[in-house]
């Protein structure tokens, strides 16, 4: 049975028990889609990691897996199974990750079999033993590899003393790597750069099948200038993009943003077959130590994402289509005007939906215009969570100031930004019990964790501000987990 409470997510992905971090592996092969993750398997806070695993055909329906990787090798892993990534090595499915012990940090392998369930760590490991000179020996951590050319490449996440860099390597086996120097440096003293990613930006329907590497290297060199380059920066816990080109062993950036701004980190990119570029990310909790324990689960992960380019080259980020499967029954939205100040929604009364609204400015002079979309709301407003849009200075923003009656948890304002615009702004909301994921027009989204203590918090209203809501939507999304108790209502 699935460790439970209120606030367990009906549709995305949490650990059966226990406690979940960073995604790890992600591959599909032979057409399923794999799932690991950062985990302690004893307890629901962090410690002890160990890769959990999940398989999926569809990227919502996921079955539990046997662990796949346990920190068991003295000098190697003894520690810990830190985050890494899966390729396929001629049909051979292969894990790449960093092994943990006595403070240091190595690169590792581990050899599965078409099962995806017995995985076999080589004798060769550590496959790389020391950082370069400089680098520190904690801080070289997370291998990325991709197919490039005839051989493998993989970034290491690094910090030395003066800045944090982005590793590159170079293989043609997996087993024998040649380091080739900072594919990428950010200079910022005191940060470490954590689960880089480096893919190619080939755009949608690019893909005719086939396996990662394949679709990889595919656009590999078509298109030097459209790269994605990922970091998830400590301490800040930003979760950074650079969209540039990648020549001669640099990445140079071009433009830059964050890719969510809520409680979202440790994101990992991957080709699937069908050529699109798929991101799944975590999402850590927001709420005390002593209240995961009696949950018994602790994180789990943002929907599966694609991103592309626009025609501008700007970054875009989209709920993989698959979600629409979840929708059920469907509800209209009254539109408010500027005028209407709030309108209470009767229809649904749920906390699991997506909410899909346009907003547009209206032309009140120097004044801010907003409209706000209050989810998760009790029928006398004491609670509710309210993701307030402002299309003209650009912003998104999730208030959680009365989100919860519960005192432990985090309340503070997040934000995501885009670039302001005159046109309207279409807004999806996806509403989990204890997650709202909002997107903003594909340009922006942002994961915040909110902990609504009251069974009726479970309503809607709009409110504008000088702003228009129309074509409003609302659909009732379906639980993905068969043995998923829901809540009490
Ligand atoms: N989490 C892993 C590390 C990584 C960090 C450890 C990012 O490999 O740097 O659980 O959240």
């Not at 493998?152 to 170079?170: F, I, K, N, P, Q």
């Not at 997506?354 to 004044?367: H, I, M």
């Not at 594909?442 to 000088?466: F, K």
Request: contains cysteine.
């Amino acid at each position: 049975a699935l460790a439970g409470g209120p606030h367990r997510p009906a549709y995305h992905f949490a650990p059966p028990t226990n406690w979940l971090n960073d995604p790890n592996g992600l591959i599909q092969f032979d057409g399923t889609y794999h799932l690991f993750y950062q985990h302690n398997p004893a307890e629901p806070v962090w410690g002890d990691i160990h890769w959990g695993h999940a398989r999926s055909e569809d990227l919502l329906h996921w079955t539990d897996e046997p662990i796949a990787l346990e920190p068991d090798s003295p000098n190697v892993d003894a520690d810990g199974c830190f985050s890494g990534c899966a390729v396929d090595d001629d049909g051979v499915p292969t894990l790449v990750y960093t092994g943990i012990d006595d403070d240091r940090a190595r690169q590792c392998l581990a050899i599965g079999d078409e099962t995806f369930r017995r995985w076999e760590k080589p004798s060769v490991n550590p496959v790389v033993e020391t950082p370069p000179p400089g680098v520190d020996r904690f801080d070289f951590r997370d291998p990325f590899v991709w197919r490039e050319g005839d051989g493998w490449s993989m970034v290491v996440g690094a910090a030395t003393e003066s800045d944090s860099r982005v590793l590159l390597y170079r293989s043609s086996d997996l087993r024998e790597w040649e380091y080739r120097g900072a594919v990428f440096v950010d200079d910022r003293p005191d940060v470490m750069w954590e689960c880089p990613a480096l893919v190619a930006l080939g755009g949608r329907g690019r893909g005719r099948g086939g396996d990662q590497g394949r679709s990889q290297s595919r656009s590999w060199n078509q298109n030097r200038d459209q790269y994605l380059m990922l970091g998830s920066l400590l301490p800040t816990r930003a979760v950074r993009y650079y969209v540039g080109s990648y020549a001669d062993e640099r990445f140079e950036p071009r433009r830059e943003g964050i890719l969510d701004a809520g409680d979202f980190y440790a994101p990992q990119p991957f080709v699937d077959e069908s050529g699109r570029i798929v991101l799944v990310g975590w999402v850590e909790e927001a709420r005390a130590e002593p209240a995961q324990r009696a949950a018994g689960w602790s994180g789990l992960m943002a929907l599966p994402r694609e991103l592309s380019l626009d025609e501008d080259g700007r970054l875009r980020t989209a709920p993989v289509d698959e979600v629409r499967r979840l929708r059920e029954l469907e509800y209209e939205l009254p539109a408010v005007g500027p005028e209407d100040g709030t309108v209470f929604v009767d229809q649904p009364r749920s906390e699991t939906i997506e909410l899909v609204a346009t907003v547009s400015e209206t032309d009140t002079g120097t004044e801010p215009s907003t409209a706000s979309l209050s989810v998760l709301r009790s029928p006398d407003g004491l609670e509710e969570t309210v993701v307030r849009v402002d299309p003209d200075r650009g912003t998104v923003t999730v208030d959680r100031s009365r989100s919860s009656d519960d005192p432990a948890v985090e309340t503070h304002e997040q934000t995501a930004h885009f670039e302001p615009t005159a046109d309207p702004v279409t807004v999806r909301c996806f509403v989990d019990r204890s997650v709202v994921e909002v997107y903003a027009d594909e340009r922006a989204c942002l994961t915040s964790r909110v902990y609504p203590t009251r069974a009726d918090s479970t309503g809607i209203a709009i409110s504008t501000d000088g702003a228009s809501v129309d074509d409003g939507t609302v659909w009732e999304l379906a639980s993905v987990w068969d043995d998923f108790a829901p809540s009490p209502a």
